[in-house]
């Protein structure tokens, strides 16, 4: 009682949220990380932590809805800057690119869950990058980039583009912040993955049955 009246309401949820991903921003991986430990780093009490949460899996897909949250904002400012299709591949890997690393946590959070022993963290954050791919499909349309692709091959080709930059990440976040050089080098490579996925999608034509 004593602590809930020291706390405003949501505080300690939030605390536990970010311990989980100060502990994920030094090297642990989400998996690994007991209840105990991420009390103890949030500088709580371990039973306060079930007041907000069932488990660590419950945890996990809490911080995938905020991870959520920053993939949206990403999009926002991608619809925001990029105004003309021939700068839409270059600026939107430059705009992810910067969202990872100010938000490397989340990142690092999203590059384990994607191959962790969770698997409703893994579908939490799978169901993210296909609610990220359908936006993509939507912009493309309205661009009228690729009016030629029907509805599944466009579905195909916005999936591989997400595919490829979430596995881009591996590389991005083994990198130090501050090594502008390599950064640049990973936004390069995975610029000119993109562009063989667009030129190949620019000429694609379904085989017949």
């Not at 949820?13 to 007991?34: P, Q, T, Y």
């Not at 920053?70 to 430059?94: C, F, P, T, W, Y």
Request: charged share 25%.
């Amino acid at each position: 009682m004593a602590e809930r009246q020291r706390r405003r309401p949501g505080e300690t949820r939030e605390k536990l949220m970010g311990a989980a991903l100060e502990l994920v921003g030094k090297g642990r991986h989400f998996a690994s990380l007991g209840i105990r430990e991420v009390t103890r780093q949030a500088g709580v009490v371990p039973t306060s932590f079930y007041r907000h949460f069932r488990n660590m899996d419950d945890l996990g897909l809490q911080l995938v809805d905020e991870l959520g949250l920053v993939l949206r904002r990403m999009m926002r400012e991608a619809r925001a800057n990029v105004l003309q299709a021939d700068k839409l591949i270059e600026e939107s890997v430059g705009i992810f690119t910067a969202h990872a690393q100010a938000n490397r946590s989340f990142f690092l959070f999203m590059a384990q869950g994607l191959a962790g022993e969770s698997r409703a963290v893994q579908d939490g954050i799978r169901g993210e990058m296909r609610f990220f791919a359908s936006e993509l499909a939507n912009d493309l349309r309205r661009l009228r980039l690729v009016d030629h692709l029907n509805d599944g091959d466009l579905d195909l080709t916005c999936d591989l583009v997400v595919r490829t930059v979430a596995f881009s990440l591996t590389d991005l976040l083994s990198i130090a912040p501050d090594d502008d050089y390599q950064i640049g080098q990973v936004r390069q490579r995975t610029t000119g993955f993109l562009q063989m996925i667009f030129v190949g999608a620019a000429h694609w034509q379904r085989p017949e049955a």
